[in-house]
């Protein structure tokens, strides 16, 4: 893995100080390992005043721009799935994934990315216990 993505679970639990996350990140510093936090998924996880602010700290946060939406939209197409927002962000995450060298997604919902596998073959998606 060269590239780490974290998606909104994986903010949650590091906001919640949950141990496999946090041991997660400290091997991806210990690395040297970039990682990146999507906008959308800051959308998601964000909830105001009094949030920990300082986790958006741990990666470098990549805005969405026309190009990760349109190869997103394209992938909901293909694999036919009815669009809601969550469809949507796990789309944008995977199609921004897939921009970076041997991408690894950390993320709670394994099984709701991994249907876009197809689409991103080229993107790991890994959990923590």
Sequence with gaps: MKTAILDTGALIALERRRKGMVEVL?????NSTPIVIPTVVVAEWWRGAGQD???????GIEELDIRIATIAGVAIASAHFKMDAAVTIDAIVMATAAQH????????DFSDLERFKPAFPSVRILGWK
């Design 26 to 30: 400290e091997m991806l510093r210990r």
């Design 53 to 59: 602010q300082t986790i958006l700290l741990v990666g």
């Design 101 to 108: 060298e041997e991408p690894a997604v950390y993320s709670a």
